[in-house]
């Protein structure tokens, strides 16, 4: 059923192309066009806003190797999908319905995207580039206490859920903390749906605009560097996640030749150096991802 949900998603997805016009370029229109077109969100380490991050580092390298020019392209999280799809879209949970016809504005989205459900019926992803999992956060002088592992990560989430209920969660619609993708109506917690952006929710932690926030990981682990002994982790709200290099389902060549190129920088050792330069203590978290012996969700 979900690769018919896929398909179907996919063959809207050309039709709405086809009588707009509007498909983003495969590898040969890219390197006629002489440009490759990175689209991204400032985040974390992924994004700075500028002029470099791991995702800019890694896109950069990959228009090298294709021998065209790079070219960053400023997006939001409310419009980075359409503004590379060509279609405006409507995602209700893991449920994503086709609006009208926008204008593509890139050739691909980097900026610490995670791998979704809903995100994988629309997008073709690369390889794992950065591994990711939703955490509960809370001031260090919080009273709740961090959850003792228990070697189940099913069981460890459920633990953490249960510290929410009563207590008010910062979380933020429309993206990897989208607070319906991981059930927190159902915690019992006071869930707030932050106004801001991403990389705010950590100071709005600080600024007490809520008890206890989500944040994936490469976000936590800013926060846990910037400002260190002001917050901690509880514990995990999701199972391993991805994070990866989105391409339209029509950029085959386009998508197979990143693939090529993250697997030469893996091997060569020039990947590795992009993620110690942006989040040197990340290998320490998840270092069988690192080591290449895991690369995927649990």
């Excluded at 504005?105 to 591994?131: C, H, Q, Y």
């Excluded at 429309?174 to 927190?184: I, N, R, S």
């Excluded at 920088?265 to 320490?284: A, E, F, H």
Aim: with cysteine; proline share 6%; hydrophobic share 45%.
């Amino acid at each position: 059923m979900a690769r018919i949900g896929a398909a179907m998603v996919l063959a809207a997805v050309m039709s709405l192309g086809c009588m707009a016009s509007v498909l983003a370029a495969d590898l040969a229109e890219v390197r006629q066009r002489g440009v490759l077109r990175h689209l991204g969100v400032p985040y974390a380490n992924f994004v700075s806003g500028s002029g470099d991050g791991l995702d800019v580092d890694l896109i950069r390298g990959f228009a090298a190797s294709l021998g065209v020019r790079y070219e960053y392209v400023p997006a939001d999280w409310d419009t980075i999908a359409q503004d590379l799809l060509g279609t405006r879209l409507k995602v209700t949970g893991s449920a994503v319905k086709l609006l009208e016809a926008t204008p593509v504005r890139g050739d691909l989205i980097a900026n610490g995207f995670t791998i979704l459900p809903w995100r994988e019926k629309v997008f073709m992803f690369s390889e794992p580039v950065f591994p990711s999992q939703i955490w509960l956060v809370a001031l260090a002088e919080s009273k709740v206490r961090p959850i003792k592992p228990t070697g189940s990560v099913d069981r460890d989430i459920a633990v953490t859920k249960g510290l929410m209920k009563g207590k008010s969660v910062l979380a933020l619609e429309k993206t990897c903390l989208d607070p319906a993708l991981y059930k927190l109506s159902e915690t019992g917690a006071r869930v707030v749906c932050f106004k801001g952006k991403l990389n705010e929710l950590a100071p709005a932690l600080l600024k007490k605009e809520a008890e206890m926030t989500i944040l994936d990981f490469p976000d936590a682990l800013i926060a846990l560097e910037k400002w260190p002994g002001r917050f901690k982790v509880v514990g995990p709200i999701s199972r391993k996640q991805m994070m990866g290099v989105a391409f339209p389902m029509d950029a085959v060549k386009l998508h197979a030749a990143f693939n090529r190129f993250l697997d030469k920088s893996k091997r060569d050792g020039s990947y590795l150096k992009i993620v110690k330069r942006y989040y040197p203590s990340s290998v320490r978290y998840f270092p069988d991802f690192f080591t290449g012996n895991d690369h995927r969700p649990q």
